[in-house]
C-alpha cells in the first residue's frame, strides 16, 4: 500500500467520524425540540384539565339539591316582588280615577 491510499484511508475515516458526530448532534438537537414540544403539551394539558375540574364544579354545583332549592326560593320571591307591583300599580291607577 502505498502512502496515498494509506491518506485517503485515513480521510475517509476521519470524513465518517466527523459525518457521524454532525448526524448525532442534529438529532440530539430535535431531542431538544421535542422536549420543548413535550413540555408544552403537558402545559397545555395541565390547563385543560384545571377547566374541566371547573367546568365539572359549575355543572354539579347548579344541580346539587341546595343550588335547586337556592333557585325556586329566587324564584319565589321574584314571583312576589312582580305581584307585589302588580298590585301597587292597580292600587295607584285606582287612585288615579
Given at each position: 500500500?502505498?502512502?496515498?491510499?494509506l491518506?485517503?484511508?485515513?480521510?475517509?475515516?476521519?470524513?465518517g467520524i466527523?459525518?457521524?458526530?454532525?448526524?448525532?448532534?442534529?438529532?440530539?438537537?430535535?431531542?431538544?425540540?421535542?422536549r420543548?414540544a413535550?413540555?408544552?403539551?403537558q402545559?397545555?394539558?395541565?390547563?385543560?384539565?384545571?377547566?374541566?375540574?371547573v367546568?365539572?364544579?359549575i355543572?354539579?354545583?347548579?344541580?346539587?339539591?341546595?343550588?335547586?332549592?337556592?333557585?325556586?326560593?329566587?324564584?319565589?320571591?321574584?314571583?312576589l316582588?312582580?305581584?307585589?307591583?302588580?298590585?301597587?300599580?292597580?292600587?295607584?291607577?285606582?287612585?288615579?280615577?
Amino acid at each position: 500500500m502505498g502512502a496515498y491510499a494509506l491518506i485517503a484511508i485515513v480521510a475517509i475515516i476521519v470524513y465518517g467520524i466527523l459525518r457521524f458526530n454532525r448526524d448525532d448532534n442534529q438529532a440530539n438537537q430535535l431531542d431538544n425540540h421535542d422536549r420543548e414540544a413535550l413540555f408544552e403539551a403537558q402545559r397545555e394539558r395541565d390547563e385543560l384539565r384545571e377547566r374541566v375540574q371547573v367546568l365539572e364544579r359549575i355543572v354539579t354545583d347548579a344541580n346539587s339539591s341546595d343550588a335547586r332549592k337556592t333557585q325556586r326560593l329566587t324564584e319565589e320571591i321574584e314571583n312576589l316582588r312582580r305581584s307585589e307591583g302588580k298590585r301597587q300599580g292597580k292600587s295607584t291607577e285606582d287612585v288615579s280615577e
